[in-house]
């Protein structure tokens, strides 16, 4: 069982940045980032395993998901944060990155709180 501890999130105003980090205790394929905004369902944000990246619509040419596998970290840069943005960000992981794009996923963090202010 891979933990996985997330930490970066923080207030923000709009058009600011943040940058998430996301600690496994071991190697995961790979890995994610979803969020979930109160009243709605998790969403995916981005994922990356192996040599392939997908991005969320919603977060295209602003968010850039990274790793460092020897560290076993992700990472998640947001910049030109917006309002929509507020949601608490997971972190996750995967033994097939198929389960992660299709929102699925065998490990999860805790949630680290972003909130985008107007």
């Known amino acids: 069982q891979v933990q996985l501890v997330e930490s970066g999130g923080g207030l923000v105003q709009a058009g600011g940045s943040l940058r998430l980090s996301c600690a496994a205790s071991?190697?995961?394929?790979?890995m994610a980032w979803f969020r979930q905004a109160p009243g709605k369902e998790r969403e995916f944000v981005a994922a990356s395993g192996g040599l392939q990246i997908k991005y969320a619509d919603s977060v295209k040419g602003r968010f850039t998901i990274s790793r460092e596998d020897a560290k076993n970290m992700m990472y998640l840069e947001m910049n030109n944060l917006k309002p929509e943005d507020t949601a608490v960000y997971y972190c996750?992981?995967?033994?097939?990155?198929?389960?992660?794009?299709?929102?699925?996923?065998?490990?999860w963090g805790q949630g680290t709180q972003v909130t985008v202010s107007s």
């Open positions: 996750a992981g995967a033994k097939q990155y198929v389960r992660l794009v299709q929102g699925s996923g065998d490990y």
């Open positions: 071991g190697r995961t394929y790979a």
